[in-house]
């Protein structure tokens, strides 16, 4: 066999890179998403899908199944691969969060987004303030400096204002509660709406709602940890809200 032979053989052989699927499972959601295909109709075949991403059969039949996986999808007999309705989607997923907020021209996902990371992070602060001790104040005592420090540069106070709530969550102990903040939260940080526009001050108002928690957190106060957690995250979201794309401002 010629080497030209043996590089054309070994190129066949080669897997396809993980990326293509990743690429493809994305596509496939955002199509699910958007609309273009509707709750309870097929997809295309794999043949014409195959075309369309520019990738194996093989790659195609793969992607799917993590789509199915993901709750989009489902196998119906005789009808092929079915759009599942969205309630029946998991909207944890990274994939399905990130296209439900890009394809959501109300930023009413965003407004839900919010208000339930509100009541998780309330939960939490509450928490907090019910179960800190020495050792962990001070983490809290440092992040709450570190945001006082960089008031007047967005991308530093941005970053502290993350490792706050973060603090939060880990001085609150609850795992699930932080785990399901957290995806919220990072993929709501992925998004340019969200960070929507500062009004002039914004983050003197941010660094104020901040203290009022770590006061709450430090004094033992788990009533009014929840009620400062709740107001500054419900009120930051609607200071930087931006009009959905209908031109409508928010209600």
Do not use: C
């Amino acid at each position: 066999m010629s080497s030209e032979n043996a590089r054309t053989v070994l190129a066949a052989k080669r897997p396809a890179s993980p990326m293509l699927g990743v690429v493809v499972v994305e596509g496939l959601v955002d199509a699910i998403v958007s609309g273009r295909f509707l709750p309870g109709e097929s997809l295309p075949p794999e043949g014409p899908l195959s075309e369309e991403f520019g990738v194996s059969r093989t790659v195609i039949r793969e992607s799917v199944k993590r789509v199915e996986e993901k709750g989009l999808l489902t196998v119906a007999r005789g009808r092929g691969t079915v759009v599942r309705p969205m309630t029946a989607w998991n909207p944890l997923d990274r994939a399905v969060l990130t296209s439900l907020i890009k394809h959501d021209e109300t930023l009413g996902t965003l407004d839900e987004l919010s208000t339930v990371r509100a009541q998780l992070e309330s939960v939490m602060a509450a928490e907090a303030a019910r179960l800190r001790n020495d050792g962990q104040l001070e983490a809290l005592d440092a992040a709450m400096d570190r945001m006082r420090e960089t008031v007047d540069d967005e991308a530093a106070f941005r970053a502290a204002d993350v490792v706050f709530h973060e603090t939060v969550m880990e001085l609150s102990g609850n795992r699930l509660a932080s785990s399901i903040a957290r995806i919220l939260m990072d993929r709501a940080q992925e998004s340019s709406r969200y960070h929507g526009v500062d009004v002039p001050g914004a983050f003197t108002l941010t660094l104020r709602e901040h203290e009022a928690v770590h006061a709450a957190i430090t004094g033992g106060d788990p009533e009014r940890a929840r009620e400062a957690m709740t107001s500054h995250i419900l009120e930051s979201w609607q200071r930087r809200r931006l009009p959905n794309r209908a031109g409508r401002s928010p209600s």
